[in-house]
Nanobody, 120 residues
Framework: QFVESGGGAVQPGGSLRLSCVAS????????IGWFRQAPGKEREAVGC????????YLLDSVKGRFAISRDNAKNTVYLQMNSLKPEDTAVYHC???????????????WGQGTQVTVSE
């Protein structure tokens, strides 16, 4: 099970940090992905982080603005989002990956999502 938190409404240029706390399994044994889905759009991978923090992936449009990190002691993965833009508005989900991948088909457990809204 995952529980995401940290979403909210911010102005363009603002920052948010999303948290994804896992229970029922050990987080550091799996890749963890962050995905987002805007109204009327397909769910897309924002990024993912491997069981080794040295590995990962970020969507081109968020590189330099977003970062994924993990605290295995707290069984938590974070998505730090800076310089937010209106096009980042979406519901953000974390998910457990069987492999390090940007394909949602490779993820088996999903959180309920947290809303991020970026507007004036």
């Amino acid at each position: 099970q995952f529980v995401e938190s940290g979403g909210g409404a911010v102005q363009p240029g603002g920052s948010l940090r999303l948290s994804c706390v896992a229970s029922g399994f050990t987080l550091d044994e799996f890749a963890i992905g962050w995905f987002r889905q805007a109204p009327g759009k397909e769910r897309e991978a924002v990024g993912c982080i491997g069981s080794s923090t040295a590995s990962g992936y970020l969507l081109d449009s968020v590189k330099g603005r977003f970062a994924i990190s993990r605290d295995n002691a707290k069984n938590t993965v974070y998505l730090q989002m800076n310089s937010l833009k209106p096009e980042d508005t979406a519901v953000y989900h974390c998910a457990r990956g069987l492999v390090l991948s940007a394909q949602k088909e490779n993820y088996d457990y999903w959180g309920q999502g947290t809303q991020v809204t970026v507007s004036e």
